[in-house]
């Protein structure tokens, strides 16, 4: 019942196309497709070597590669923040093992509700967040990465990412992951 209800204009339209107001088949009637639009805040780059972790780990913050891998196109690439002058694109719920494994990134200033990032340690809840020039060991990986998140110190050339959200039963120690609320990198001279 319900197809035949979403079926009714197109019977009515084949049963009046021979009317002359009708449009003339083969003309575009419709436009609204969405590609290249990014609705939920979420796409899909590539790990290049720099942003590979093992074990995968998640949370990290990403920036476009300058390096992509030979003969590819450096806008698909990204790899981790390392410097608080760093213009993230955001953080991936994703962890990238090998060069070329893909990552969701969830980009700042356009992902709806809160996201969560790895810390550096030194955040407290409600505090404005930059990413962190430090490298630290997430909770449950081996080894230390860069990509984390720290408490944002007004300068030039620092960048602005968000503010952070600590619940009561959540910890604020480095590499501990936390909420944050995004919003688009920007510079700031006063919080």
Avoid at 96 to 118: F, M, P, S
Avoid at 135 to 161: D, F, Q
């Amino acid at each position: 019942m319900k197809r035949l209800l979403f079926l009714v204009p197109l019977m009515i339209q084949r049963a009046t196309g021979w009317l002359p107001f009708q449009p003339k088949p083969g003309k575009v009637q419709f436009a609204n497709i969405g590609e290249g639009t990014y609705p939920r805040g979420v796409k899909t780059y590539l790990a290049d070597a720099s942003a590979i972790n093992s074990p995968a780990v998640h949370f990290l913050l990403y920036k476009k590669s300058a390096a992509p891998p030979a003969g590819t196109a450096a806008a698909d690439y990204v790899t981790l923040c390392t410097a608080n002058t760093d213009i993230p694109l955001g953080p991936s719920d994703d962890g990238a093992k090998l060069v070329g494994d893909l990552l969701a990134i969830n980009l700042l200033g356009a992902v709806r509700g809160t996201i969560r990032v790895v810390t550096d340690g030194t955040i407290a809840d409600g505090d404005y967040v930059m990413p962190s020039a430090l490298t630290v060991t997430p909770v449950g990986a081996s080894a230390a990465t860069a990509g984390a998140v720290a408490k944002y110190v007004v300068a030039s050339t620092n960048r602005l990412i968000g503010k952070a959200v600590i619940p009561s039963d959540s910890t604020a120690e480095a590499g501990a992951t936390i909420e944050m609320i995004p919003m688009a990198p920007t510079y700031g001279t006063t919080v």
